[in-house]
């Protein structure tokens, strides 16, 4: 894209490229849905830009028994100050989930600013796993997983998973604003909330957690149907029960870096939703 002249205070003006550029009120926007530079060719002295970093989301869970959310990427929001030259943009991508395991979300990065990735659901044969939100745990036959812990000022944990005599619930995955819902005999856990950014001129919430899914009570020997639960607002995936499985509802919403919903086998889980990296200055 060509070069936009923008002023800035009584210092003169900032000349930059780079992903998608737009404009709100006075302010400039350079949106990055994926890796990209960020150009800067000039900064008066005392420049600063405004920043939102999100990570990917961690995969759901998708194991036997009962499957947790996946915990959202890790949010990050700021100011800095910047000088001329190129800033490589890191967008991470979101963790997969799969019957034969799942991963975290990929980080995202500006500027030394790093949000971590998303740890991925738990599920009978795998724990939770910690990252920029944590991943919500899963269960096996006599005991249910604590859910993963996020980082601090990233994101939050996730829920605890339950598991008695052959019944079978997921905990939530974290999201940045809120911990994922523990699991209860009866109720999967809900994804944790997001966090709401303005720095595109509009409120919008990013990195929610996933919900989980499971098969609910096996006791008669047929799993019972279980509710799906929702994911986080800011694009977490909901949580897939044995049957009636939906795909497209487990896999987070792309660019959110929500964390993907939880669901047993035979099924796999949701992936996590891609990060964002999204830049603004006054004109």
Same mark, same amino acid.
């Given at each position: ?22 404009? #709100? ?14 150009? &800067? ?11 939102? &970093? &999100? ?12 499957? /947790? ?37 990929? !980080? #995202? ?5 790093? #949000? ?7 599920? /009978? ?8 939100? /944590? ?16 980082? %601090? ?12 005599? !052959? ?45 989980? %899914? ?53 099924? !796999?889980?949701?992936?996590?939703? #891609? ?9």
């Amino acid at each position: 894209m060509g070069m936009m002249q923008l002023l800035l205070g009584s210092g003169g003006g900032i000349l930059a490229t780079g992903g998608v550029i737009t404009t #709100s009120g006075n302010y400039r926007i350079h949106t990055f849905t994926g890796t990209g530079t960020f150009t &800067v060719s000039s900064a008066p002295l005392g420049s600063t830009v405004e920043y939102l &970093v &999100v990570a990917g989301g961690g995969g759901g869970g998708a194991g036997f028994y009962a499957a /947790g959310g996946g915990g959202a990427g890790g949010y990050r929001t700021g100011s800095m100050s910047l000088t001329t030259g190129s800033y490589t943009v890191t967008v991470g991508a979101g963790g997969v989930s799969t019957n034969s395991g799942h991963t975290n979300g990929s !980080n #995202s990065v500006f500027n030394g600013i790093t #949000s971590t990735g998303g740890g991925h659901g738990g599920d /009978g044969t795998y724990a939770a796993s910690s990252g920029g939100s /944590g991943g919500g745990g899963g269960s096996t036959n006599v005991a249910g997983q604590g859910g993963a812990q996020g980082i %601090g000022g990233q994101g939050a944990r996730g829920g605890s998973g339950y598991g008695n005599n !052959n019944v079978y619930y997921g905990g939530g995955g974290g999201g940045a604003g809120a911990a994922g819902t523990n699991a209860s005999s009866g109720a999967n856990g809900s994804g944790g909330a997001g966090a709401s950014s303005s720095i595109t001129g509009t409120a919008t919430f990013y990195a929610g957690g996933g919900g989980a %899914g499971s098969l609910g009570n096996t006791s008669g020997g047929i799993p019972t149907p279980t509710p799906t639960a929702s994911g986080g607002i800011g694009g977490g995936g909901d949580g897939g029960p044995y049957q009636g499985f939906i795909p497209e509802l487990a896999a987070a919403e792309v660019n959110t870096g929500g964390g993907g919903g939880g669901s047993p086998s035979p099924n !796999n889980g949701g992936d996590g939703g #891609s990060g964002i990296v999204i830049v603004r200055y006054e004109v």
